[in-house]
């Protein structure tokens, strides 16, 4: 073992929780203000002080595009990643398999993917109060996704960087197939579940899959597992072909 690698598993460790402590202490210090605010308030007037700014927007207006449910679901996935820490985890199952040949490259490939995923789900507002959600794939939403890269990112793609420096493994190429079988089977799957609003006229499904397997969601309209039916027919249908190829 190089005098070196030790360093970069530390340094790849600090990197990799660098996100997480930023977000809790964010977390913490938004909570603090808003309860010295409240009790300000309360000293001062005798209770809280509520603004309503109203906005009204065109319907034509409103994102409905098919890849919402798609990117709701990623930017829950990221907020749990960056929340309990995974990037820390990833990189300590790749240091427990540091002589294995293909942890470290893997390892490193997971945090390139959620370093780059985190700006692609980002929910972008316009400048205004009144301006909302951007649409996605227009040229507004395209300037505020070249302007959604920042720390975070950078130390993400730094931690993948120093494990594979520090595992000494070559990055194993990605079979060029295999990635577009799997993008097409997300596009396909968040398809369909795109089609449940046009069917069932219920708005609130636009929200991805894993709202759908919340245990309120289900219990209180449990009829909303229909619209795991398509997908999950699909995907055994192709592991199907798969397993018969």
């Known amino acids: 073992m190089s005098p070196s690698t030790p360093l970069a598993w530390a340094a790849a460790l600090a990197a990799a929780a660098y996100p997480t402590w930023d977000s809790w202490k964010t977390w913490f ?24 700014v109203g906005c009204v927007r065109l319907y034509d207006s409103i994102d409905r595009s098919p890849f919402l449910p798609l990117r709701d679901d990623l930017a829950t996935l990221t907020e749990l990643t960056t929340t309990w820490a995974v990037p820390v985890l990833i990189v300590l199952v790749a240091l427990a398999r540091r002589h294995s040949a293909t942890a470290g490259p893997r390892a490193a490939w997971v945090l390139a993917l959620i370093a780059l995923v985190r700006p692609l789900s980002t929910d972008y507002q316009g400048d205004g109060i009144c301006d909302g959600t951007l649409s996605m794939f227009t040229p507004d939403w395209f300037e505020a996704l070249s302007r959604g890269w920042g ?3 950078l130390c993400l793609l730094a931690a993948a960087l120093l494990v594979l420096l520090a595992s000494g493994s070559p990055a194993p190429p990605i079979s060029g197939r295999r990635a577009l079988t799997a993008v097409l089977d997300v596009l396909v799957v968040y398809g369909l579940v795109a089609l449940a609003p046009l069917v069932t006229r219920d708005e609130s499904l636009r929200v991805g899959l894993l709202h759908q397997l919340q245990l309120d969601a289900i219990r209180d309209h449990p009829a909303r597992l229909l619209v795991l039916v398509l997908p999950t027919g699909y995907l055994l249908w192709r592991h199907g072909r798969q397993r018969k190829g």
């Open 29 to 52: 210090e938004w909570s603090s203000l808003f309860a010295a605010a409240v009790t300000s308030e309360k000293e001062h007037y005798g209770g809280t002080v509520e603004g309503v």
């Open 151 to 153: 720390l975070y990112e």
